[in-house]
């Protein structure tokens, strides 16, 4: 059995799915430990998946003994390397460590996907394809310990987008109500999942949910403030924008030339000719928007 171990958010697993897919298929069986809520949205390359807040893991922290594997698989940054000389107590093959990112430009899923072929593991690529839909996601993530294009912003282009007839929703995150007729909150990780995979074009700043609806199929747009975009982009079809002396509206002109490019119309800076036709039906699901 081998013990994969992971312990990074939402958009570092997101950008790890190449790796499960290619450890999933060199190894039999291997068991998934790190933020559940996380890796649970790709259990479909592991036996199991298990939280890393359990006591039964304290052993891989220096708490007391715990079994071995045949062997385990470490994706940190582990700079001291103090973490996998612990966990290589409990690893009866040499430990497989990728670092998560690179210091240099390269992006994520490469960079991965080249370490690991530094162990003799052949690296297989999860391609996304594109899901095509008639509508516009906006998340305006608010920043915590980074630097995000301001909420205002993404509030001008939703207004810019609805005047123009487009269906738009506006995700809210958890530290905002704002009083907008098209606005969705979720609390549980599995059903903004299912509603991002009725795919269209996902408009945010650089966060963990720009990289899920990319592994959604939805085609990204996501605005850089602090970060290397080359380096940390969303996987799929995708563009990526440096947020400094970004205009909303040149932003909800992007926006437009790329949903008139989805849904095969076109767009020639001041009409929206969309052949809607093209598009299969409209996502449904168990949520209802505000207003409506």
């Avoid at 385990?72 to 700079?79: A, E, F, H, S, T």
């Avoid at 390397?81 to 612990?86: C, I, K, S």
């Avoid at 592994?215 to 990526?240: A, Y």
């Amino acid at each position: 059995m081998i013990l994969f171990v992971h312990l990074g958010g939402l958009g570092d697993v997101c950008l790890s799915e190449s790796l499960f897919l290619s450890l999933s298929h060199y190894f039999r069986e291997v068991v998934a430990v790190g933020h559940k809520r996380y890796l649970e949205l790709f259990d479909c390359y592991f036996s199991s998946v298990e939280s890393i807040e359990e006591r039964k893991w304290l052993y891989l922290f220096g708490l007391g003994d715990g079994p071995s594997y045949e062997r385990i698989v470490l994706v940190g940054k582990d700079r001291s390397g103090e973490f996998r000389a612990r966990l290589q107590r409990f690893s009866r093959l040499p430990l497989i460590f990728i670092d998560m990112y690179p210091d240099f430009p390269m992006h994520v899923e490469d960079y991965q996907l080249l370490r690991l072929s530094e162990y003799g593991i052949p690296s297989k690529k999860k391609e996304i394809p594109l899901r095509r839909a008639n509508r516009v996601i906006i998340y305006p993530e608010i920043g915590l310990r980074k630097s995000k294009w301001p909420i205002e912003n993404f509030v001008t282009v939703y207004k810019g987008l609805k005047e123009r007839g487009i269906e738009v929703v506006f995700l809210l995150p958890v530290e905002r109500d704002l009083s907008l007729p098209d606005s969705l909150f979720f609390q549980d990780l599995n059903d903004v999942k299912r509603f991002l995979e009725g795919g269209g074009i996902f408009l945010s700043n650089d966060c963990g949910l720009a990289h899920l609806a990319s592994v959604c199929g939805l085609f990204s747009i996501t605005i850089f403030l602090d970060q290397d975009k080359n380096v940390w982009h969303p996987r799929g079809s995708n563009l990526s924008l440096y947020g400094q002396d970004l205009k909303a509206q040149d932003v909800a002109e992007m926006v437009l030339r790329n949903y008139a490019l989805m849904v095969g119309g076109e767009y020639d800076g001041d009409h929206l000719q969309a052949c809607k036709g093209n598009i299969s039906k409209k996502a449904e699901g168990p949520w209802t928007l505000r207003g409506r």
